[in-house]
């Protein structure tokens, strides 16, 4: 029992590093000019849909993006990392319900579009329907404040090297040792500038009465036309190696069969 529920939140975490290569790549390929597109998380989804066996491809897909909420949800409940009981500890916990409730939305999607349905709504339409709201701009100025923490945090993982404690390198040799620190340093800090950017977006619109809240295709836009495409293909390769570091860390993941009892 607790090796299948390893094993879940190991899927999981394949399923996010897949996502984030998606995006990476299609992204990376529309700044150099050689198809692709500018993606977000659906966009990503939404490539998927239009492959051959695209609906088997959502399905495993929305599958393992449940299995890491699982994760998620297990490590706000049961606290296998052993937080402690103060502003800190709660704080993580909180992050770790926000990040679930983002994927799980994210696996409603994929299920979505490979059982028919193309439109967008569910929970961007609820989203659109709080921002409509008398409270709009502060929400939006909320979110926003709460992508900066979270960007800030995913630089400091970049360079702290924190990311490392996450992944068990007991079993790996020196090339793969050496991979997972330049995926690790270089995907956290792209992830980190790309948040940044989306909360920079999303408070300005909050504090101009806008009332949206930015996504990732935003943040693209607003790299390529401000810095140009080479920066954007750059960031968009760091998005893969963020792919990466998750893919090496769901197959040597800092899990112990004993937390998942």
Same mark, same amino acid.
């Given at each position: 029992?607790?090796?299948?529920?390893?094993?879940?939140?190991?899927?999981?975490?394949?399923a996010?590093?897949?996502?984030?290569?998606?995006?990476?790549?299609?992204?990376?390929?529309?700044?150099?000019?050689?198809?692709?597109?500018?993606?977000?998380?659906?966009?990503a989804?939404?490539?998927?849909?239009?492959?051959?066996?695209?609906?088997?491809?959502?399905?495993?897909?929305?599958?393992?993006?449940?299995?890491? %909420?699982?994760?998620?949800?297990?490590?706000?409940?049961?606290?296998?990392?052993?937080?402690?009981?103060?502003?800190?500890?709660?704080?993580?916990?909180?992050?770790?319900?926000?990040?679930?409730l983002?994927?799980?939305?994210?696996?409603?999607y /994929?299920f979505?579009?490979?059982?028919?349905?193309?439109?967008?709504?569910?929970?961007?339409?609820?989203?659109?329907?709080?921002? /409509?709201?008398?409270n709009?701009?502060?929400?939006?100025?909320?979110?926003?404040?709460g992508?900066?923490?979270k960007?800030?945090?995913?630089?400091y993982?970049?360079?702290?090297?924190?990311?490392?404690?996450e992944?068990?390198?007991?079993?790996?040799?020196?090339?793969?040792?050496?991979?997972?620190i330049?995926?690790?340093?270089?995907?956290?800090?792209?992830?980190?500038?790309?948040?940044?950017?989306?909360?920079?977006?999303?408070l300005k619109?909050g504090?101009?009465?806008?009332?949206? %809240?930015?996504?990732?295709?935003?943040?693209?836009?607003?790299?390529?036309?401000?810095?140009?495409?080479?920066a954007?293909?750059i960031?968009?390769?760091?998005?893969?190696?963020?792919?990466?570091?998750?893919?090496?860390?769901?197959?040597?993941?800092?899990?112990?069969?004993?937390?998942?009892?």
């Open positions: 029992m607790s090796s299948k529920k390893k094993n879940f939140a190991r899927f999981g975490m394949a996010k590093g897949a996502v984030y290569c998606l995006i990476g790549v299609l992204t990376a390929m529309a700044a150099f000019g050689q198809g692709g597109q500018k993606s977000g998380s659906k966009g989804l939404q490539y998927l849909a239009q492959q051959s066996y695209g609906q088997v491809l959502l399905v495993i897909m929305g599958i393992g993006l449940l299995g890491y %909420v699982f994760w998620r949800l297990y490590q706000v409940f049961y606290n296998p990392g052993e937080f402690e009981d103060n502003l800190k500890g709660y704080g993580k916990r909180i992050g770790y319900f926000i990040s679930g983002i994927y799980g939305g994210l696996a409603y /994929s979505k579009l490979a059982f028919g349905s193309s439109s967008s709504g569910g929970s961007g339409g609820m989203m659109g329907g709080i921002m /409509s709201g008398s709009g701009d502060t929400i939006a100025i909320i979110i926003g404040m992508m900066a923490i960007a800030i945090y995913d630089l993982r970049a360079y702290s090297g924190k990311f490392r404690e992944v068990e390198e007991a079993g790996m040799d020196q090339k793969e040792q050496k991979l997972l330049n995926a690790g340093k270089f995907g956290h800090t792209a992830r980190g500038l790309v948040l940044g950017l989306m909360a920079y977006l999303t619109s504090l101009s009465s806008g009332s949206n %809240v930015k996504t990732q295709t935003d943040a693209f836009s607003y790299i390529q036309a401000e810095f140009g495409s080479i954007l293909g960031v968009a390769i760091g998005l893969v190696g963020y792919g990466v570091y998750m893919l090496i860390k769901a197959k040597y993941p800092s899990i112990t069969i004993a937390s998942l009892r």
